[in-house]
Structures are given as structure tokens and as C-alpha cells.
């Protein structure tokens, strides 16, 4: 499948209003493996390919282990995951799926154990970006980086 378009090309003033995000994503308080969990497990739910091979490969090179990779689409299923882990990725299920129900008072309040309300200001954030960046890759046919 060849690529539609190139928006960095095309439109120029919301790529870079886009990396405006990632640039701000950087200096957040979450960990860069935090980070990659989010990016992974919404990619894994939208279908996005190349950033689910961009992401998982990220992952890897800031010491994420494979096994965790292959096991994050059943996260819930293995005791793999910290707790605080598991309240990011509901969050990035509920927000990824929002027109199911959004994100509930339920994972909202658990979040609220492990998190300030500005660090899940900054999950809700790379969770939205995330998401954005699938929907560019998809609708463009973004091709895998080799």
C-alpha cells in the first residue's frame, strides 16, 4: 500500500504544530517506558502499523522487554504489569475508545492513587497525541520504516 500523502510536506504549519506536542511530551513527568506503553497499546488499538513497529521498536531500546511488548494487548491477563502501569493503560484504552464510554469516574479515581491531577493532565495529553498520530498514519498510509 503506498502512501497518500506526506503531511509534514503537504502542511507544514500542523506537522510542526503536531511535534509542538511531542516536544512538549518530552519534558512531562512520566517515564519514557511509561510513555511507550501508551503509544504501543493505542496503536495496538487503532491498527496503526508503522506506529505500532516505531513505538515497540523505541520500547526496545530503552530496555523494555519483548515478552512485555508481545503480552501488551492482554495486559490485564499477566501479573507483568505494576498497578500503575495497568491504570495507564485503562486510561489509554478508555480515551482511545471513547465512544464506548470515555474514560469512567472508576479508572479516573484509581488513577488519582498513583497520580496528581497534572501528571493525568499529562496522560490524558500523550494519550490524545498518540491517537492523533495513529489517525494521520492510517488515513495517509504511512510505510514502515525499515
Given at each position: 500500500m503506498a502512501t497518500r500523502l506526506n503531511?509534514?510536506?503537504?502542511?507544514?504549519?500542523?506537522?510542526?504544530?503536531m511535534m509542538g506536542l511531542e516536544t512538549?511530551?518530552?519534558?512531562i513527568s512520566l517515564?519514557?517506558?511509561?510513555k511507550e506503553l501508551i503509544k504501543i497499546r493505542a496503536s495496538q488499538i487503532n491498527g496503526c502499523a508503522f506506529c505500532l513497529d516505531m513505538h515497540s521498536k523505541d520500547a526496545l531500546k530503552l530496555g523494555e522487554t519483548a515478552q512485555r511488548i508481545f503480552l501488551l494487548s492482554a495486559w490485564w491477563e499477566t501479573?507483568?504489569?505494576s498497578d500503575e502501569e495497568r491504570v495507564l493503560l485503562k486510561m489509554t484504552e478508555e480515551i482511545t475508545?471513547?465512544?464506548q464510554q470515555g474514560l469512567t469516574d472508576k479508572t479516573f479515581e484509581k488513577a488519582k492513587e498513583?497520580?496528581?491531577?497534572?501528571?493525568?493532565?499529562?496522560i490524558i495529553l500523550a494519550i490524545i497525541t498518540i491517537?492523533?498520530?495513529n489517525r494521520i498514519g492510517i488515513s495517509t498510509h504511512l510505510e514502515l520504516l525499515k
Open positions: 503531511i509534514a510536506k503537504v502542511d507544514t504549519a500542523a506537522y510542526k504544530a512538549y511530551l518530552e519534558t517515564t519514557p517506558i511509561q501479573e507483568l504489569f475508545l471513547i465512544h498513583f497520580f496528581d491531577e497534572k501528571q493525568i493532565a499529562e491517537n492523533a498520530w
